[in-house]
């Protein structure tokens, strides 16, 4: 593929659209999203690790496995209910040589999450890499619509299950391994139709900080990433056809990102490329600049 050619496909436009569940199913997106850089080679930065990838059958998640398959890492895919989605990722992930499992769960579970944990330890005999991802949104344009279910939805999900995966994980983490939050812009700019959901994460923004400091002691390393608007089933399952068409042209660079421009972030965050760092947050997110 030519530069341009990749520059284009990345720039596809995206008529407005949308599904009508939550989580949404990549399979029936039009079009497809993009979850892999042909151009990307593995250089075994993760050959033989083993990483849970909680939200990873699809979206940005999908793009985290692929290119985790490209550095040697075994996979285990933790998702809701998307199975066609999770089976076509594993596919993808062992066409690259490495074993991918994938397993069904409710995030919003401890004992759930403690089970993916166990799962992974039976099948792989140990976890190098959490990337928590699994997240839900519910777009709300007034303030007082927002409803007791709704904020509990989104509270269990994106943060309360965050913590449990990361203290079913810890215990079998050692020196020199990671956790990766999946956090969001909207943690520092906010989001006027977003609030209960931007103040997830903020709390996962300071999850990643605080827990960093527990386990520096211990050479685990815990980092984030703030994906800015990017194409994955989340956006036409959450927002309107007319919000589809126009996500991401507010940013500086004036388009939509794509999960497979958020991997290598994921990576180098997993792998000792970032041996110096732990409680830090990388912004991807077409150029809107980021203040603490
Ligand atoms: N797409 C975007 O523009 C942005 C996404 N994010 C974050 O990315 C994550 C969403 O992933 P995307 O790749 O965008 O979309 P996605 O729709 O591909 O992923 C959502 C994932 O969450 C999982 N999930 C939802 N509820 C669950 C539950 N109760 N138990 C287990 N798994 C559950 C789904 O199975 C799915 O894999 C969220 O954490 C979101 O905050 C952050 C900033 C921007
Ligand atoms: C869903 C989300 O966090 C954005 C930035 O679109």
């Given amino acids: 593929m030519t ?29 497809k999203p993009v979850f892999e850089d042909e151009n990307y080679k593995g250089s075994e930065k993760l050959k033989d690790k083993v990483a849970i990838i909680t939200g990873g059958d699809s979206g940005i998640g999908r793009a985290v496995a692929i290119a985790y398959a490209k550095e040697g890492a075994n996979i285990v895919i933790g998702y809701l209910d998307e199975h066609d989605d999770a089976e076509k990722t594993k596919e993808i992930a062992e ?33 190098n890499v959490l990337v928590n991802h699994a997240g839900v949104q ?6 007082l619509d ?31 391994d990671a956790i990766i939050n999946t956090t969001s812009v909207t943690a520092y700019r906010g989001s006027p ?16 900080r605080s827990l960093s400091g527990n386990l520096a002691e211990k050479g685990i390393r815990v980092n984030g990433v703030a994906p800015g608007p990017i194409y994955t ?12 068409e126009k996500h991401g ?11 497979s ?7 180098m965050l997993a792998s000792n490329d970032s041996s110096y760092m732990t409680g830090q947050v990388l912004h991807v997110n077409g150029g809107d600049f980021i203040t603490t």
Avoid: W
């Avoid at 995030?107 to 140990?126: A, H, M, Q, R």
């Avoid at 089933?233 to 589809?244: G, H, M, N, Q």
């Fill in 138 to 143: 519910y777009p709300t344009e007034d303030f």
């Fill in 249 to 259: 042209g507010s940013t500086p660079m004036g388009r939509r990102g794509q999960p």
């Fill in 3 to 31: 530069e341009k050619n990749k520059y284009e496909r990345v720039d596809e436009a995206v008529e407005g659209y949308t599904q009508d569940r939550q989580p949404g199913i990549e399979k029936d997106m039009d079009p």
């Fill in 233 to 244: 089933p989340l956006i036409p399952a959450t927002f309107s056809a007319e919000k589809v």
């Fill in 146 to 176: 927002i409803t007791e279910a709704q904020i509990r939805e989104t509270f269990e999900t994106n943060i309360y299950g965050f913590i449990f995966m990361a203290q079913a994980a810890v215990p079998h983490l050692n020196k020199g």
């Fill in 193 to 208: 139709e977003l609030i209960e959901y931007s103040a997830t994460n903020g709390a996962i923004t300071s999850f990643t």
């Fill in 95 to 127: 066409s690259h040589g490495v074993h991918c499992e994938t397993y069904a769960f409710d995030v919003k579970k401890k004992e759930e999450c403690e089970k993916l944990v166990k799962f992974t330890i039976d099948n792989f005999g140990k976890l």
């Fill in 261 to 267: 421009e958020l991997a290598p972030s994921y990576v």
